[in-house]
């Protein structure tokens, strides 16, 4: 039995993105105007650098402070802005 929990979060300039967690460990944000609209996804970055653990079924992310939350079975992943 595979994973997949929707989650529709706000974000703080108001826009209302959809993050879905599809299979094991992929942070998907996606237009909530144009769903076929994929802004990012934690396997696009080169090296890796964005992957998450091993998914936990049933924690969808939290979104506090600028960033992204994700719980995972290892660990907690912080998804935001990078510096400049």
Known sequence: MGFGDN??????????RRRRWSGPAILQAYSAANLAT????????ADHRDHAGN????????IA???????????????GRLPN
Do not use: H, I, L
């Open 7 to 16: 989650t529709c979060n706000p974000d703080a300039d108001g826009m209302r």
């Open 65 to 79: 402070n600028g960033k992204v939350y994700v719980s995972t079975r290892t660990e907690v992943d912080v998804y």
């Open 38 to 45: 994929e802004y990012w996804n934690s396997t696009q970055a």
């Open 55 to 62: 998914a936990v079924k049933f924690v969808p992310p939290t």
